[in-house]
T-cell receptor, first 113, second 111 residues
């Protein structure tokens, strides 16, 4: 099992460019999450999907959109990147009812110039 | 509020015990968690404690929960250099299917 995979690992964008971060899990989990990690601020939830077909905003959703493509895949899109979105992005998944036990991907390090 | 607070940094010598502290806000949290993040990697669940427990031991790890003071601690016995990482505590919020993470404590273990 690969667990949670994320692509790409690194990305550099110019202000105003768009991109999609991909995430997939092979653990048959219902719930998936996108976080950003910034120095001294821990992890902040951007969006989550409690089950296939549903998505909800987290703490910092502005500037992002998500798509729960199917049970395995949950993508995060930046429509018009800004320097404030420079961060490390993590995808995670969990099974229903055990949403505190989350499995994390290796992260995508994004720099917006 | 949803702030989960931790001290930013802890330095210990190999073989000593480490104690990482956390204060949380939601008195109705059902579970409280400790995650570990090694350099360049995602977070990995270390252990968790149910809110009706005071203590949980798992090999070198001991979790203590003081619900009255909303204080959670993680003790690592016989700390090794491989324990150097960032440790995050996290709480679940009543009615929400999500975790709220603390800011993380960077543990540095020197030989």
């Amino acid at each position: 099992n690969a667990g949670v995979t994320q692509t790409p690992k690194f990305q550099v964008l110019k202000t105003g460019q768009s991109m999609t971060l991909q995430c997939a899990q092979d653990m048959n989990h219902n719930s998936m999450y996108w976080y950003r990690q910034d120095p001294g601020m821990g992890l902040r939830l951007i969006y989550y999907s409690a089950s296939e077909g549903t998505t909800d905003k987290g703490e910092v959703p502005n500037g992002y959109n998500v798509s729960r493509l199917n049970k395995r895949e949950f993508s995060l899109r930046l429509e018009s990147a800004a320097p404030s979105q420079t961060s490390v992005y993590f995808c995670a998944s969990s099974s229903s009812g055990m949403f505190g036990t989350q499995y994390f991907g290796p992260g995508t390090r994004l720099t917006v110039l | 509020g949803e702030d989960v607070e931790q001290s930013l940094f802890l330095s210990v010598r190999e073989g000593d015990s480490s104690v990482i502290n956390c204060t949380y806000t939601d008195s109705s949290s059902t579970y409280l968690y400790w995650y570990k993040q090694e350099p360049g990697a995602g977070l990995q669940l270390l252990t968790y404690i149910f809110s009706n427990m005071d203590m949980k031991q798992d090999q070198r790890l001991t979790v203590l929960l003081n619900k009255k003071d909303k204080h959670l601690s993680l003790r690592i016995a016989d700390t090794q250099t491989g324990d150097s990482a960032i440790y995050f505590c996290a709480e679940t919020l009543s009615g929400f299917q999500k975790l709220v993470f603390g800011t993380g404590t960077r543990l540095l273990v020197s030989p």
